[in-house]
């Protein structure tokens, strides 16, 4: 049998920069501004909701990942727990890939239509205090779309214990995911074009999900040879 080691950080870095193109995190933040500018003018205020409403998807996804760690390490199952997250991992990937051709048939990765209503609520109301909750909302809700990567590489940290090196990865991880929408919120600043932003998710959706699937069960695989003692993660 051969001994294959693959390095961890790659495998994080490449799963969160794929995780972070993903439509629905994509989608909510530019109906955010979209939103924003056919209610007011002021970019500034814009900016400023758009800034905290980030910084709180980012803190939200931040603490649900420590909360994860600690309780994977607490319940010492890090290792049976692989087996598990691998399957389910492979099967949202197998989801995702379907989604990305037959999108709305049978079962999908999407925010769902109960949560997606409150969601329009909760944008055409939002004032600043306000982008903190729908920043946690939203991060909530949109698990269904964002939670199979997120899940599979904090199984991964788990397996390193509570060390410091795990929180840094976790860290980057995280801001790998919102960079994306960093880079969305100053465009529509500078060149107030959200709409035409939109339509470009809309026309790149299905390779987005396509790139999703295929990360998806790739490192759903990763998981089952690394459980197996196939191959192994250097840390």
Known sequence: MVDITLPTIPVVL?????????????????????????LSSDKRRMLAIGLIYISSVYVTYLAAGLGLLVFIQQLGVSTQLT???AVVVIVLGL?????????????????PKKHAKKLMEMIHKVSVPGAIGLGMF????????????????TTVLARMGL??????LLVLYNFIFILPLLVILVLVYFFENALGIRE??????????LAMGLVMISL???LLLWAMGVIGLSF
Not at 17 to 38: Q, R, S, Y
Not at 200 to 209: A, P, S
């Open 14 to 38: 490449s799963t969160a920069a794929v995780d972070a193109i993903n439509p629905c995190a994509i989608g909510v933040l530019v109906i955010l501004l979209a939103t924003l500018l056919e």
């Open 83 to 85: 087996w598990i997250v």
């Open 95 to 111: 989801i995702e890939l379907k989604d990305a051709f037959w999108q709305g048939k049978g079962i999908s990765l999407q925010i």
């Open 138 to 153: 939203v991060a909530a809700v949109e698990l269904p779309c964002t939670g199979g990567p997120y899940l599979a590489i």
């Open 163 to 168: 060390s410091w090196d795990a929180f840094f």
């Open 200 to 209: 470009w998710k809309e026309r790149h959706k299905k390779w987005m999900r």
């Open 220 to 222: 759903g695989i990763v």
